[in-house]
């Protein structure tokens, strides 16, 4: 008969314990709240509710002086049938592949500069990493001089081997490509200090012992730093892309409106621009971003599945 009351008891006791313990808990908890609410509204503020703006004016056409009236898919019809919208899309998609061309040649400097006893580590990280932070303006206009057709420094040097001079920037079949080389010249210090962080990460325990088994730089470089640097290149690979998506300011800078192969190498968001503040078709414009945003989330998707098949986890 005893032991159904201190069975009650400690029941009570326990309900007990489990109160004063999450009073504590809540306390907690609401202080996490306050401390994530400034992101939190910012989040709203400037993200979340430009993009309810923004779907919602993909689905009206703005008049000449202001106001907006409600034209249904009319703007969606117009970018799907709209043969610039797709030229835009796949020059866009040429530049993704292209600046993805920064992540091995920035992961194969990584390797170099983090060898035991080098010097000179800090200055050569700098220097890598000052095109990236450059204004794409001057970056914009110093390459131009460098690929300029009559007087720019590669066409003299490619003289100098019996090349003929050509217009880089000008011609339809090699600007795309110019505009990428630049890009991914801009992007690679970015990426260099990741994976150099990447590197640093990776136990030297796992090198020393590659090493006392007779396996050269290269090997390990392909059986050590490569699979542990997997998580690193797969963030940087995802940066990378939608970096490259949102592609834009360079393009404006190198490309004259007079330039004949403006439409070969307008890309996305540069036709947005067009659209949106020349041409007075904000409508369009809206339904074109939120098209470019489905496109990112998209790729954005397809890496994180395809990631399971060669990233690994230590």
């Known amino acids: 008969m005893s032991v ?25 908890q609401k202080a996490a709240y306050w401390f994530i609410a400034p992101l939190g509204i910012g989040f709203a503020v400037f993200y979340f509710w430009p993009l309810l703006q923004t779907f919602y004016f993909s689905f009206t056409e703005f008049g000449a002086f202001g106001g907006h009236t409600f034209v249904g898919t009319d703007n969606y019809v117009r970018v799907v049938k709209d043969v610039t919208v797709w030229q835009a899309l796949g020059n866009t998609l040429i530049y993704s592949l292209i600046g993805l061309a920064a992540l091995p040649i920035a992961i194969v400097v990584a390797s170099l500069l983090n060898r ?57 079949s090699t600007a795309v490509y110019a505009i990428g080389t630049v890009i991914v010249w801009s992007t690679t210090g ?18 020393e012992a590659a090493e006392l088994d007779g396996a050269g730089a290269l090997r ?12 690193t290149i797969f963030f940087a690979s995802v940066i990378c892309m939608i970096n490259s998506l949102q592609t834009f300011d360079l393009i404006y800078i190198m490309m004259a409106e007079k330039n004949p192969a403006i439409g070969d190498t307008q ?14 078709a904000q409508g369009a414009a809206a339904a074109l971003a939120f098209l470019l945003m489905l496109v990112i989330a998209g790729l954005t998707f397809l890496q994180f599945r395809l990631q399971k098949r060669w990233v690994h986890y230590a």
């Open 4 to 28: 159904f009351p201190a069975t009650a008891a400690a029941k009570s006791a326990g309900r007990r314990a489990a109160a004063s313990d999450a009073r504590p808990k809540s306390r907690h």
């Open 116 to 172: 035991r006893g080098l010097r000179g580590v800090s200055l050569y990280r700098a220097l890598y990493f000052v095109p990236f932070v450059t204004l794409p303006v001057a970056v914009g206009l110093v390459w131009n001089w460098l690929y300029n057709g009559d007087f720019g420094l590669l066409n003299e040097i490619l003289g100098w081997f019996g090349v003929d001079r050509h217009y880089w920037v000008s011609d339809p």
């Open 190 to 207: 970015y990426y260099l200090i990741i994976f150099m962080a990447g590197i640093k990460g990776i136990p030297q325990d796992y090198y």
């Open 220 to 231: 390990r470089f392909f059986t050590i730093t490569l699979p542990l640097l997997s998580p």
């Open 267 to 280: 890309s996305i968001v540069g036709l947005f621009y067009k659209w949106a503040f020349m041409e007075n």
